[in-house]
């Protein structure tokens, strides 16, 4: 079942989520809705626990069809930079250039509870980044220099105001 996205105001996003203890049918139905969710979206590659509000330390995503799924995720290693103009499905329509480590080491576990490790760059590391922030309760302007966040908050309001403006006049249509 797809979930509402919770987007940037929502508290459950300033939180940092908690680690699975247990891996069970819970768990197992989480990652479901996730990808329920995931896929009902308009853009996302990549959703954390915390985007549908469970405060859960595991994140799924998909690239090149393929659908993964991590449990109690850490970076263990980074290297490099790489600037990405990243987007978030919780600031929806806000794209910012963004300079993070470009390789990555996650270590964390998989749903049979077995270690494992994925070694990634470009793409796949910058999400590895970004979804682990948000199981840290941080979101990309939390990562901005202040400057930079000023600028972003402004367009992300726009953003939002233009969205709100919108709908009633479409009402008005009917
Ligand atoms: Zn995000």
């Not at 891996?23 to 853009?43: C, E, H, N, Q, W």
């Not at 995720?73 to 993070?100: A, H, K, N, Q, T």
Request: hydrophobic share 45%.
């Amino acid at each position: 079942m797809a979930y509402e996205i919770r987007t940037f105001g929502d508290p459950v996003l300033k939180t940092p989520a908690a680690a699975i203890t247990q891996i069970d049918g819970k768990v197992a139905r989480l990652v479901d809705d996730m990808f329920d969710t995931l896929y009902a979206s308009d853009s996302g590659i990549g959703l954390a626990a915390p985007q549908i509000g469970v405060q859960k330390q595991i994140f799924v995503w998909e690239i090149d069809d393929e659908a993964m799924v991590i449990i109690n995720p850490e970076i263990v290693e980074s290297r490099g930079e790489w600037v990405y103009d990243e987007g978030c499905l919780s600031i929806p329509g806000l794209y910012v250039e963004m300079l993070r480590p470009n390789e990555v080491l996650m270590r964390g576990l998989d749903l049979d509870g077995n270690e494992i490790e994925i070694e990634a760059s470009e793409l796949m590391g910058r999400l590895f980044q970004h979804e682990l922030d948000h199981l840290n309760g941080m979101l990309m302007f939390d990562r901005m220099t202040p400057d930079q966040r000023k600028e972003a908050l402004a367009e992300y309001r726009r953003i939002v105001d233009e969205q709100a403006a919108a709908k009633p006049r479409r009402l008005k249509l009917k």
